[in-house]
């Protein structure tokens, strides 16, 4: 049972991957008009927190089952989540509240979008590198 749901977050992990490569893409799709970025900001960030939710919900139920024990690599998931989801969460809310109209706000706004998909892209490839190192017995975390 341990094994399907950590085999789940697994898959999880690597679709929100994919997602958050291809939503880096999201300022390009919002060429249109300025309130296009904003609803397409909203889409991506509902999307983000729907996929990280399922991240953080298999996860904890396989430590609930009982089959892990609390390790360091888990201490380090946790906090990532919460850091991943504290960023998205202020981002969105920069661009809800932002001008959008002036065109130099968008500008930076969409430069800082990418900037912070690129943050959220190598936390995720950090912690799957570090769980294929620790499963491989080169690091123990
Ligand atoms: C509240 C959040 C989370 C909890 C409770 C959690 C829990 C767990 C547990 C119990 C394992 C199995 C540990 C082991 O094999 O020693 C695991 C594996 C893993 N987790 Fe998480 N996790 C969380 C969030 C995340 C996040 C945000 C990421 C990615 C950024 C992530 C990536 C991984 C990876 C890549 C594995 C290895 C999967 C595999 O062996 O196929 N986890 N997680």
């Known amino acids: 049972m341990g094994a399907e749901i950590i085999a789940s977050h697994g898959i999880l992990v690597q679709i929100f991957l994919l997602f958050l490569v291809v ?13 296009a970025f ?40 946790v906090v990532i989540w919460a850091l991943m989801m504290f960023i998205e969460i202020k981002k969105y809310k920069l661009i809800k509240v932002a001008r959008l109209d002036d065109e130099k706000t968008r ?12 943050v959220q892209i190598l ?9 294929v190192l620790k499963a491989k017995g080169v690091i123990s975390l």
């Open 38 to 77: 904003r609803r397409w900001s909203l889409i991506y960030t509902m999307s983000f927190q729907a996929l990280i939710t399922m991240i953080a919900f298999t996860g904890v139920v396989a430590l609930v089952i009982g089959e892990f024990a609390f390790s360091t690599a888990i201490m380090v998931m």
């Open 23 to 35: 939503g880096t893409l999201t300022p390009l799709l919002a060429k249109e008009s300025p309130q």
């Open 107 to 118: 500008k930076l706004l969409k430069g800082a979008f990418v900037k912070i998909s690129v």
């Open 123 to 131: 936390f995720v490839v950090l912690m799957v590198v570090a769980m």
